[in-house]
């Protein structure tokens, strides 16, 4: 069967997810329990645990490693900079120069020393970093709610920023960028996008060597030091010789002109003259650096820079030279047992006071944190990129070195897998793609279980991106990509994404004769279209992938195609017809010793012997199905068990027990990034509030379903949203409201064809009209008659109730 694998979106189809709405468990309700109010306060208390205690100080996070020591001039500039800081209007601020100017160390100087942000966050992405971790870093640092849900994380980090004065600067934001300027992540470009639309108090600065297709940005052009300053530096650094024209001819270059000093100071304690310069091979340095074919000042500082590399490069000792090139590899920091890895040959102490005195000729800089780091300056690592050549030998040497830190399963966060993300890297760089995709399919179930979509989508579209140049549709791998990343945009609630990539591989499908991937394209299109509403479309979807399925004698696939039609007939009120077809899925699933095609199909039996009011028989179901999940690990099935277990206690009346489990259910969404289950969750306690009384209560967990809902496009919860909140309020006498409410649940059970609760929404606008109306006859006459549009049988029961009245 190969690397393809059904995503199983359905995942157990939502199956219990519209619970008992309220309109079944009405007939239910009781008399508040004291223990309800604990429970709120308990979940009011679960988003405010976090908050941070108010200080006066200035609260830091991350750790620029930049040192501020030789500090020359940039007075202009920093005027202009502390003048944007403090303009309201202005939100995002970006410094751009070409490598080693000082963009860091001028961002440094404005994190250390500029006033008015009490709480600040540096954040150097330089080695590419993934959106969620850095959100996750920046939302615990300052205590502010983690929704532990991916797709929600923009969001919060911006509701974060918003909540007061924080200075957030991101480094070195080239790494995220294409060569073309386009982002390589959907994410971060989604985050500076919404960030320049609606930031307020907080300011963000970036600095960069490439400009981001952005708009709404501050820039500041950073350029060399002024002649005065470039000067001043280098007779601080102790220099000697006609200092004033160097700097000219440098161009005041920072990063150029302390390059110079170093190598002077180390090869001259004591006379480090620039005269020297000729003896330390540089002495064409003025040729090139004045030569009228070298056009534009970056091009000669580039070349420039590069002639002083290579001088210093070539006044290392070998042992310094294979240090330096080997681990040029890693992306990131990396520490003394990272750089062993890489030169065998040589002892752990010995490196470690080598990478010591790179620092001091500035090819490194040092980090101490928990432990001592080593980074690049990025202009120094493209350098010795370059000068390496050909890195195999080194990529293969730190992917063996990767495979032997790496954490073994059970994995229970992002960090436990962080190994292999660095093995998939140096694959990807030796561009061997196929061991690539080997080394994260491995944790591929992990990150999907436990919710990582972003970083599925991120390493997913990398690849596919790769493949689709060379034309390897037939590549099982390139399909289960397609697989993946359709589930993560799925379940990140990015709906016309998933149906794009599902509907690619289709085509793929088709196009190599795949029957059985045609089958799980089909199947996981169906899946998207049924949530969409389209139940129609969803059914010719499961119905080809059944017959399909069928021919191939793919009972897997069958079970599958079953279960997917069992859901459309649900979402159509058609409970029993839902219960034979995922009977019969069950059944299949068994027969083959499928555990999670059984927990899948366990779960929307109980959803649909729930809505039949079998709540016992319901109970058995979800609780097989929670035991399977749990011991699948499967994070998202679990959530789905324990809200079904919540509805069907709902319709015991055991709210206590309801209310526990819809909670659990909440959490676990929150956690994994499930938006719409997190939607689901909250929906469904507010049935049971409503089965209590405390419409209030449960008014404010419908709008919460709601909002959610049409943020990420789901017009079924969006309808039972609006229909439940109509009851609600229909309970606490606010008729007018409640019409309102019953009108925009008609409208969307009307888009999604959903007939019975159209009727429904007409009884309850009939009723309430009815209540307000004076009971005279006219009026009364003129309705009955607006009804003949009706059926006959609809007609007849109007006709009943006007006489009933």
């Not at 059970?410 to 030796?430: C, S």
């Not at 459309?568 to 077809?581: S, T």
Request: one cysteine or more; charged letters at 25%; glycine letters at 8%.
């Amino acid at each position: 069967m190969g690397y393809a694998t059904s995503d199983n979106i359905d995942v157990y189809q939502r199956a219990f997810e519209e619970g008992k709405v309220a309109i079944q468990l009405e007939h239910l309700c009781e008399e508040q329990t004291p223990v309800l109010q604990k429970k709120q306060r308990e979940l009011v208390k679960a988003h405010s645990s976090n908050s941070s205690a108010t200080s006066t100080e200035v609260l830091k996070a991350g750790n620029p490693h930049k040192t501020l020591a030789y500090w020359q001039g940039r007075t202009t500039e920093l005027q202009q900079l502390e003048q944007w800081l403090h303009d309201k209007n202005i939100t995002l601020i970006g410094i751009e120069g070409i490598g080693g100017t000082g963009k860091s160390t001028l961002a440094s100087k404005i994190y250390e020393e500029t006033k008015g942000f009490p709480k600040r966050f540096w954040a150097d992405v330089g080695s590419g970093d993934v959106f969620s971790d850095l959100a996750y870093q920046v939302l615990n640092y300052f205590g502010y709610p983690i929704p532990e849900r991916e797709s929600q994380l923009i969001e919060a980090l911006i509701k974060c920023l918003q909540s007061g004065d924080y200075l957030f600067i991101v480094d070195n934001l080239e790494s995220l960028l294409r060569s073309d300027g386009q982002w390589h992540s959907q994410f971060y470009e989604d985050f500076f996008k919404a960030w320049v639309e609606c930031g307020s108090r907080s300011t963000v600065i970036v600095t960069t060597r490439e400009r981001p297709q952005l708009r709404g940005v501050e820039w500041l052009s950073l350029r060399g030091l002024n002649i005065e300053e470039g000067t001043a530096l280098l007779a601080q650094l102790g220099i000697k010789g006609d200092l004033e024209a160097f700097t000219k001819l440098v161009d005041g270059h920072p990063l150029l002109l302390k390059l110079v000093a170093c190598l002077l100071k180390e090869e001259y304690p004591h006379d480090p003259n620039l005269e020297y310069l000729v003896d330390l091979g540089l002495g064409n340095l003025q040729q090139l650096l004045t030569d009228g074919q070298v056009v534009g000042q970056h091009r000669r500082e580039t070349v420039g820079m590069a002639l002083v590399l290579d001088a210093s490069f070539k006044r290392l000792n070998d042992f310094q030279k294979d240090l330096l090139l080997n681990v040029s590899v890693y992306r990131g920091s990396f520490d003394t047992r990272a750089a062993s890895a890489l030169v065998p040959q040589q002892e752990a102490t010995a490196i470690e006071k080598e990478l010591k005195n790179l620092v001091k000729r500035s090819f490194l800089l040092e980090k101490l944190n928990e432990q001592r780091q080593f980074e690049f300056q990025p202009v120094v690592v493209e350098y010795l990129r370059y000068k390496a050549g050909d890195q195999t030998l080194a990529h293969q040497q730190a992917i063996s070195y990767y495979k032997e830190v790496a954490k073994q399963p059970p994995w229970q966060a992002i960090d436990d897998v962080k190994a292999h993300l660095e093995i998939f890297y140096h694959y990807y760089q030796l561009r061997d793609y196929d061991k690539a995709f080997d080394s994260i399919w491995i944790c591929n179930n992990f990150l999907k279980l436990q919710g990582y979509y972003t970083v599925q989508v991120e390493l997913c579209e990398q690849m596919i991106g790769v493949w689709e140049k060379t034309s390897r549709y037939e590549n099982q791998k390139y399909q289960s990509l397609l697989t993946t990343l359709g589930t993560a945009y799925y379940w990140l609630g990015q709906y016309q994404q998933a149906i794009s990539i599902r509907q690619q591989s289709l085509e793929v499908a088709r196009k190599i004769g795949d029957r059985q991937l045609e089958a799980q394209s089909l199947h996981n299109l169906g899946t998207v279209y049924n949530l969409l509403g389209q139940y129609q479309r969803a059914m010719e979807l499961y119905q080809e992938s059944l017959e399909i399925a069928r021919d191939l004698r793919d009972r897997q696939h069958e079970a599958k195609s079953l279960n997917g039609l069992g859901t459309a007939y649900y979402w159509m009120g058609q409970y029993q017809q839902a219960v034979e077809f995922r009977q019969q899925s069950l059944e299949i699933a068994i027969s083959i010793g499928d555990r999670q095609g059984v927990a899948i199909a366990l779960s929307g039996l109980g959803a649909a012997y729930s809505l039949l009011e079998q709540f016992q028989q319901a109970i058995e179901f979800h609780s097989k199905q929670l035991e399977i999940v749990r011991e699948l690990g499967d994070r998202q099935g679990e959530a789905i068990a324990l809200g079904g277990l919540g509805t069907a206690y709902c319709g015991l009346k055991e709210y206590q027990q309801a209310i526990k489990y819809h909670q659990q259910h909440l959490e676990i969404a929150k956690k994994i990034g499930d938006r719409r289950g997190e939607g689901i969750s909250l929906g469904n306690l507010g049935v049971v509030y409503y089965c209590l009384k405390q419409y209030e209560q449960s008014t404010e967990f419908y709008q919460q379903q709601l909002e959610i809902a049409t943020k990420i496009g789901d017009h079924q919860q969006s309808a039972k949203a609006w229909f439940n909140i109509g009851l609600a309020l229909e309970n606490l006498n606010r008729e007018s409201e409640a019409i309102d409410a019953y009108h925009h649940a008609y409208k969307l059970y009307h888009l999604l064809g959903i007939y019975t609760y159209m009727q429904e929404c007409d009884r309850r606008i009939e009723q309430l009209t009815r209540a307000e109306a004076a009971p005279n006859i006219a009026p009364n006459l003129q309705r009955w008659l607006s009804h003949l549009r009706y059926s006959k049988e609809q007609l007849w029961q109007y006709i009943f109730a006007w006489f009933k009245q």
